[in-house]
C-alpha cells in the first residue's frame, strides 16, 4: 500500500487585544480611544503593584504590562486607572472560547485571552484566513473585543505570527514562507526565549533567528543543552506539537447572536430547538451523555444571567435535552430584549444506549 503523504497542518492562534482593557472599554464606552491602565491602584505615584493590561493609548505613553504601577502613574497622570475585574473578564473569556471552539475539535486554551486550534481540515491557507475572520467579526460583534489571528504551519509559528500585526490583524506564514519570515526577526521573539537567553545567545554572536538557525546544532548542545537543540529546531522553523486541550473538553456549547435585540418568544422557542439539535449531534459525534443542562442569556446592555439544571440520570436523548433545556429558559427568562442567548451541555458520561449497542454484536 503507498504510504500516504503526511497531510498539511494549518494552525491558528488567537490572542485578545489588550484584553482586560478592552473588556472595560466594552463596559463603559466613554473610555474608547483614552488612555486606560488596568491593575494595582497607582495611588498618586507612591502606589505599589503592578500594570495588568493597558490600552493601546495608554502604550503611546510608554506603558506596558508588568510595569510597575508607579512608574505608568508618572508616564501618564492622566491616564484612567481602573482595577482588575477578574471575574467579569473569566466570563468574557468563557463566551470568547465558546466561539472558538465551534472551529476546529482540536482546541487548546493557553491562558484567559489566547487559543490554538487545528484547522487543517480546511485544507488551505486561504480558507484558513476565511475562518480567522469570520471568528474576529463573530467575537467583535458578541464580545465587542477585537483580537489578532496568526496561522501557520506549527503552533510557534502561529504564535509569532499573531502578534505581528496588533491590534485586530491577521498574519498567515505559508510553510513557504516560514524561512523569509524567521529571518527578520531577533532571537527573543521565539516564545520561551526571554531575557537571560537572549544574553547568553549574544555572547556566543547569535542575535537573530537566522544566527541560529545558521549556528552548530552540537555547539548550541554543550551550551544550551536540550534547550539549545529545541531553539534550533524551532530557528529552522520545526515545531510538531500538537493542538491538544489538556483539561480534556468538559462541555459542548453553543450560542445564538443576534443582530438586532430579540423579545419574540417564538423566535427564541425556535432557536432554543435548534441549539439543542446543534450541541445535541456534537454529544452524539462524541459518544457521549450528558447530566447537566445550562442555559446562558445576554439581556441588551450585556447583562448576562445563566442557570443550569441537572437531570436525574445522563442522557444522550434529543427531546430529553430540549424538554430539560426548555424547562430551563423558562425558568431563566424575564421578558427582557435578548441579545444573545445559548446552551452548553456537560457532566458527560460514556453513552449507555451505545454501549448496550456494541454489546449486542
Ligand atoms: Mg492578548
Known sequence: MPEKAPSKRIIMHIDMDSFFASVEVRENPSLKGKP????????????????????????EYGIRSAMPVNVAYNH?????????????????????????????????????????????????F?????????????????????????????????KMASGMNKPAGMTVVRPGEVRDFLNHLPVEAIPGIGRKTKHRLEKHGI??????????????????????????????GI???????????????????????????????????ELCMNVHSRLKMKGYSCRTITVKIRYAGFIDRSKAESLLHPTGDLEAIYKKALEVFIALYDGRPVRSFGISLSGFDHDKSMQTRLDDF
Open 207 to 236: 542575535n537573530t533567528i537566522k544566527d541560529l538557525s545558521e549556528c552548530d546544532i552540537q555547539e548550541l548542545k554543550s551550551a544550551f543543552g536540550k534547550q539549545g537543540i529545541m531553539m534550533h529546531m524551532l530557528a529552522h
Open 126 to 158: 486561504d480558507k484558513a484566513a476565511g475562518i480567522a475572520t469570520e471568528i474576529k467579526d463573530r467575537i467583535l460583534s458578541s464580545e465587542g473585543i477585537t483580537c489578532s489571528v496568526g496561522i501557520g504551519p506549527g503552533k510557534v509559528i502561529a
Open 36 to 59: 486606560v491602565v488596568v491593575g494595582a491602584d497607582p495611588k498618586e505615584g507612591s502606589g505599589r503593584g503592578v500594570v495588568s493590561t493597558c490600552s493601546y493609548e495608554a502604550r
Open 239 to 273: 515545531d510538531d506539537s500538537e493542538v491538544i486541550d489538556k483539561k480534556g473538553q468538559k462541555s459542548i456549547g453553543k450560542q445564538k447572536t443576534y443582530p438586532q435585540d430579540v423579545s419574540d418568544e417564538s423566535i427564541l422557542n425556535s432557536d432554543l430547538v
Open 76 to 124: 501618564c497622570p492622566d491616564c484612567i486607572f481602573l482595577p482588575v475585574n477578574m471575574p467579569l473578564y473569566r466570563e468574557t473569556s468563557a463566551s470568547i472560547m465558546e466561539i472558538i471552539k465551534n472551529y476546529s475539535d482540536k482546541f487548546q486554551q493557553v491562558s484567559i485571552d489566547e487559543a490554538y486550534i487545528d484547522v487543517s481540515y480546511t485544507g488551505s
